[in-house]
């Protein structure tokens, strides 16, 4: 199981849904602040992420 998952602005919801589907527990969600950029993308697209959804 994943503690995070990374997002688009684009597939935000399904990302929480898949989160929700693996841990049974509402995510957090925070956003990616430009100011420290993750060369990370999204689970689904590939495109960069703008979020990070999971618990620590």
């Not at 925070?30 to 999204?42: D, F, G, P, Q, V």
Request: net charge negative; proline share 5%; with cysteine.
């Amino acid at each position: 199981m994943k503690q995070a998952y990374y997002s688009c602005e684009e597939h935000i919801e399904t990302v929480l849904d898949m989160y929700i589907d693996d841990h049974e527990l509402p995510p957090e969600i925070r956003k990616i602040e430009h100011t420290n950029s993750l060369s990370t993308a999204c689970e689904l697209c590939g495109d960069p992420a703008v979020y990070i959804v999971g618990n620590e």
